[in-house]
């Protein structure tokens, strides 16, 4: 309950900000920092859509010291959330545009295929962030431990 506790404030209602600061896991996986330290970004350039280069991550944090590849084939684990995102995409823009723009179903897998290749960076992204945040924990303490 301890996590619980930390994100409700003002009479019970959850407080989103909160949420979005350093020392949080969403504030990791938005932005893409060091899950143990949030001071740094994991990869060489921000832009996703620089598809020869959206993988390129640093070998490890130069603030805090963690080797974000930890064993060899860490990330294959991204390939399920990388899954899980996409077919939430995909369910997403279905409903949309067949239900809120009332196309036909061709129209609408039509809408579903733009829709994961333009936001399929994104999405890999995303699920490396997830992924190394489901194994790593924010440190409050990682520049004590380096001394």
């Not at 600061?21 to 740094?40: A, D, M, Q, V």
């Not at 620089?50 to 603030?63: A, P, Q, R």
């Amino acid at each position: 309950m301890k996590i619980v506790n930390l994100h409700y404030q003002n009479h019970g209602k959850l407080n989103f900000l909160q949420m979005l600061k350093k020392g949080s896991k969403l504030y990791s996986i938005l932005t893409g920092t060091c899950p143990k330290c949030h001071e740094e970004s994991m990869y060489k350039v921000k832009n996703s859509y620089i598809l020869s280069k959206v993988f390129d991550m640093h070998e490890k944090c130069s603030h805090c010291g963690l080797k974000y590849k930890m064993e060899p084939s860490f990330f294959f684990g991204a390939m399920f959330v990388s899954y899980a995102l996409g077919v939430g995409l995909g369910i997403i823009t279905f409903l949309v545009s067949h239900y809120g723009f009332q196309t036909n179903l061709k129209t609408s897998f039509v809408a579903i295929m733009l829709s994961l290749t333009c936001f399929m960076p994104i999405i890999m992204r995303l699920s490396r962030n997830i992924w190394i945040n489901l194994n790593i924990g924010f440190d409050k303490d990682w520049k004590e431990k380096l001394k």
